[in-house]
């Protein structure tokens, strides 16, 4: 009689156990909803991007220009290029296909783009002046033929200083066990 006592009391109190844990992971995830916005021209973010949402469950949005960019437009080696006349026109905003993404229930934001010149295209510029991202924590990530990340992170900081930037990574090639591990490092910083 007694065994059956304790038997019942330990699945009773493991059964506890669990629901409190289903509960707290449930809240975690409801109080750090995440999302992830890229700009890819080429479909190299893009797949990234796609990676980052399914290891955090988070919700994938790209950003669209309003006028594709074609690989002429694209050339870097031609000063008349769309991509570098932006590039070097620092008040350069490129229109956006979309503005209407509702970031008022998002925590985290990670934001992906390739580098260009340096730096984020200015179309990530476009995407963070349209939106209110203040008291979200936002975390670059890009894909690079030869650049690191730094630099567009350091420019990131200096033209929107208001928002809470992370350091984010460059992730040329990254698998999935390579992003999932930064992932994890990144929350445990950004958790309170």
């Not at 009689?1 to 809240?27: D, P, Y």
């Not at 796609?50 to 694209?74: C, F, H, M, N, W």
């Not at 503005?99 to 934001?111: E, M, N, P, R, S």
């Not at 783009?113 to 995407?127: E, H, K, L, S």
Request: net charge neutral; aromatic share 8%.
């Amino acid at each position: 009689m007694n065994r059956i006592i304790l038997t019942l009391t330990a699945v009773m109190t493991l059964s506890f156990a669990a629901c409190a844990q289903n509960k707290g992971e449930k809240s975690m995830q409801a109080e750090n909803k995440l999302l992830v916005v890229y700009f890819s021209a080429t479909g190299t973010t893009a797949k990234t991007a796609r990676t980052i949402a399914d290891v955090t469950g988070g919700t994938l949005y790209e950003i669209v220009p309003q006028q594709a960019y074609t690989s002429k437009d694209l050339d870097w080696n031609d000063r008349q290029s769309r991509s570098s006349v932006e590039m070097n026109n620092p008040q350069a905003r490129p229109a956006l296909k979309d503005t209407k993404l509702d970031v008022t229930t998002c925590d985290v934001i990670f934001i992906g783009y390739p580098i260009w010149w340096d730096q984020a295209p200015r179309i990530i510029n476009t995407f963070i002046e349209s939106h209110d991202l203040k008291g979200k924590t936002l975390v670059p990530f890009a894909t690079s033929g030869g650049s690191g990340i730094s630099n567009s992170v350091k420019e990131l900081r200096k033209a929107y200083p208001e928002l809470e930037w992370q350091d984010g990574k460059l992730l040329n090639g990254a698998n999935r066990n390579t992003i999932q591990n930064w992932i994890s490092d990144v929350m445990l910083l950004i958790e309170p």
